[in-house]
Structure formats: C-alpha cells, structure tokens
C-alpha cells in the first residue's frame, strides 16, 4: 500500500507558508505528492526536500514529489495538454515511477484544466471547452498506451454533480481507460474538484480532504497495485414489500459483510428507501418514485454517472389497480457500467389476465432499452429479477437480447427461491461465478444471489 495526496498549493504561497503542511503530510506516511499551482520562485519546492522527498517541477505550476525510498524514479516529460491557447496553453507533468518492493511501474500526473468550465457565459468559454476535451483525450491516449498502471490527479475545475453541465452530463470525462477518485467531502467551496484518476490501482481508503491553507483542500487516498484481472463481486437481493425496515436493513447490512460486495443491486425497494440511504460504507442511487430497483455501491470505489430510466407506462393487475411502470437505475461502479433490473412479466407468458398486452407493452419497452444499454462501450452488466431464467427463448426473451448485443448471463443452479430468475447479464466482463446465499437469515421470497465479474 502507498499513500498519495493531491493539492492545489495556491499560485501565493512561499515555502514558508507550506513547510508545516509537508512535515504535517510526512508524519501522516505520504508517499507521493501530486502538487499544483506551485510557484518555483517562491521557493515551495525547498520543504520537500527539506523533508527527504525527491521533487520534480514542470513549468508553469506542476511538481510531483516522491519517497525515494519507496519509489525509484524512470523518466519524466512535459506535456502540452492542447494546441489552443485560451489566455495560456495548458500543461501537464508526466513522472514514471517503479515501486521498489513490487518493481511495478506507475505513471504518475499533475494536470490543471482551465478555470470557468461550468461558467458557459464566461467569454473565454468557447476556447476552455475545447481545452477540456484535448486534456481529456490527452489523459485517455496516454493511460492506454500500454499497461502501466497511471495514477493522474489534480484540479479539473468540474464537479460532475454539481453546477452546471452539458447535455449528455460529463461522461465524456468518465469514460475510457480511467476511472475517477472523488473525495467524499468538497474541496473547493462546495464543490469536489480536485480528483484522482486511476487505472491498475484499486482504493484502500480516501480520507476526508483537510485545510492546507490554500484554497484548496488536500485530498488523500491510500492505494495499491490490482494483481491479476480486476475484479468486482456484486449481490441481487429483492427484499420483497411489506417487510419491517429494520429487519430489511440488518439483512441488507449482513449480506453486504458476509461477502464484502462491491455492489448490490436490489429489488423491491420501495418501503426501505430510507434505511438503503443509510447503509454505513455505501453509497444509495435511487431517485424518488423511481426507486423499485435501486443500487448500492462501496463508497471506496469509483463511482458516478448515475441515471434512471423509465421504460412503458405501467398496467392494470388483476385485482384491478394501476402498477408503476418499470424503472432502471444506472450507475459507473470503477470500471463497470452497472444497471439494477425488475422486468414486469416473463417474455413466454401468454396474453391473458396474468399479462395484458399492456404490461407485455412494458416488458418490450425494458428489452429494446436494455439492448440500447448492452450495445454502448465499456463493460456492462444489468442483474437483478428478471422473472424468467436466461434460457428462454423467442422474441424478447433473454436469449433475444444476448442474440442482439452478444451479451452472455449466468444463472444460479440452485433452485430456492422463486428458481433461477435472479441472475446476471455482461457483456465486456466475464461473470466467473454466481450462486444463491441459501444461509443467510433472510425473510423475502427470494434468495440473494452473489456474482462475481471479470474484466475482459
């Protein structure tokens, strides 16, 4: 494991001002600095090492400092980020690094997109938007490069959940070879701008970001190489309504810690929304009347991006009264696009008083937006209750949609609770295990399933 910060320093301050911070930061065991905004002049390079760092600087603010003990230094370059000037052009700094213990190499990256991206009546607007876009690309082509692992940080002037954004949202920004860091508190005002962006690495802990006299707060996360293929292992649970919150909410918090899930997507949520908000160590995505099927994702993972779909316009049941039509919340969970899933009937039903032609209506809805979802980029996976095993066949079906987008599902064997009608579908990622918990205490009808998924 090593420890990295990234810091916004401020364009004012001495080394004077930041030499506190740095003993503060080596006494806290921080391995790599990725600084900006550092002003050579002024000396800010001298407490670093002062402190026994090795410390490179890249004009006209960049400078990435190590613990030589811990990491050898390769190479380093400065990089013109784009070839348009908006008052300056932008910049970043490249250091290669290999960890002396592993001899795993890592590229390391101080990067500063233009100020006033989100501030679209800025007159200098037109020319940062493009600028954002090159950096992106220029981050992107770097990190696939080859297979080094990169770990990129510093102010990008956007907080993808906050203040204004484009048409589309800031995918563009997420997607690609690296996944971001978010801090879990603002740190800048009250926006999260100052990230990390990583690819071969996984996080160990993101610590809340602290004063540095700045304007800008310090960021630090604790990582570590991934070894092998990078892996995720995700649950389906539908709790089934009408239950006791609290009883839902212990059986949710056991089977999250029995298996240490990265995510969980989760049916029949309606009547626990508010204790799902509150699961110590996950993050809840579910919108408001729109939280049937739901997601909860580790809160050390990277993470964003989240949507909620809507697919038909609902139908009459049998016993006469209206249901909601069904809803789909997607979510970026580190390398995964993710979406939770309850379909309203079995596709080889027949038309009659168990499925109007309007729930079918709904269930064709769900299937043509799940083959728009499949047909994307990037690894995907859509688990959750699909109320009819992956082998049936015909129009619709799931061996139609794995048909349409050469996607690939797996099912439990085990038969308990309600069969094998909570399963996984992937495609760009290998599902390398699936099974029922059948021990768990648990008193829905259903029995949580667990998967595990391998990034191909």
């Known amino acids: 494991m090593f420890r990295a910060v990234t810091w916004n320093v401020h364009h004012d301050s001495t080394g004077e001002d930041i030499r506190p911070e740095v003993e503060r930061f080596k006494k806290k065991g921080v391995d790599i600095f990725i600084l900006q905004e550092m002003k050579r002049a ?8 002062d402190a026994g760092y090795k410390i490179l600087y890249a004009e006209p603010e960049f400078a990435i400092a190590w613990n030589d003990v811990e990491f050898e230094y390769i190479s380093h370059r400065r990089i013109k ?4 000037k908006y008052w300056t052009y932008n910049y970043a700094l490249l250091v290669t690094l290999r960890e002396r213990k592993s001899g795993r190499k890592m590229k390391v990256m101080s990067y500063h997109p233009p100020a006033h991206v989100q501030a679209p009546k800025h007159p200098t607007w037109p020319k940062v938007w493009t600028v954002l876009h090159d950096v992106v690309d220029k981050w992107n082509a770097i990190a696939d490069r080859d297979e080094t692992a990169c770990l990129f940080a510093g102010d990008d002037n956007v907080d993808e959940l906050k203040g204004w954004s484009p048409r589309g949202g800031w995918g ?4 690609g070879p690296l996944r971001q860091v978010r801090a879990p508190e603002p740190t800048h005002g009250g926006r999260k701008i100052d990230d990390f962006r990583i690819k071969g690495l996984k996080v160990i802990k993101k610590h809340d970001p602290f004063a540095v006299g700045s304007d800008h707060r310090a960021f630090m996360v604790d990582f570590e190489f991934v070894e092998g293929p990078e892996q995720l292992v995700g649950g389906i649970f539908n709790l089934r309504y009408g239950r006791p919150v609290r009883v839902v909410k212990s059986e949710v918090e056991a089977f999250l810690a029995k298996h240490d899930l990265d995510f969980l997507c989760i049916q029949e949520g309606n009547d626990y929304f508010e204790v799902l908000n509150n699961i110590k160590g996950y993050k809840h995505y579910a919108k408001r009347g729109k939280h049937e099927s739901t997601i909860l994702v580790k809160e050390l993972l990277p993470q964003g991006g989240h949507r909620a779909f809507t697919y038909g316009d609902g139908w009459t049941t049998v016993t006469g009264n209206h249901h909601r039509p069904a809803h789909q919340q997607q979510v ?9 899933l309850h379909l309203p009937t079995p596709s080889h039903w027949p038309l009659d008083e168990r499925t109007p032609a309007e729930r079918k209506d709904d269930l064709i809805a769900s299937m043509e937006g799940l ?26 079906s799931p061996k139609w949609l794995m048909n349409q987008t050469g996607a690939d599902a797996r099912a439990p064997e085990q038969l308990q609770g309600h069969g094998r009608i909570d399963w996984p579908m992937a495609k760009g990622a290998k599902i390398v295990e699936v099974w029922k918990d059948l021990k768990i205490t648990e008193g829905s009808d259903h029995e949580p399933v667990v998967f595990i998924l391998e990034k191909s």
């Not at 980020?81 to 348009?84: A, D, E, G, K, N």
């Not at 563009?172 to 997607?175: A, E, G, K, N, V």
């Not at 970026?332 to 939770?340: E, Y």
């Open 81 to 84: 980020m784009s070839p348009v």
């Open 42 to 49: 002024k000396g800010v390079l001298d407490p670093f090492r």
């Open 371 to 396: 083959k728009e979802f499949f047909l994307g980029d990037g690894p995907r996976c859509a688990a959750g209750d699909w109320n009819e095993p992956p082998t049936t066949g015909g129009e619709y």
């Open 332 to 340: 970026r969970v580190d390398w995964l696009r993710l979406r939770s």
């Open 172 to 175: 563009f920004m997420l997607d």
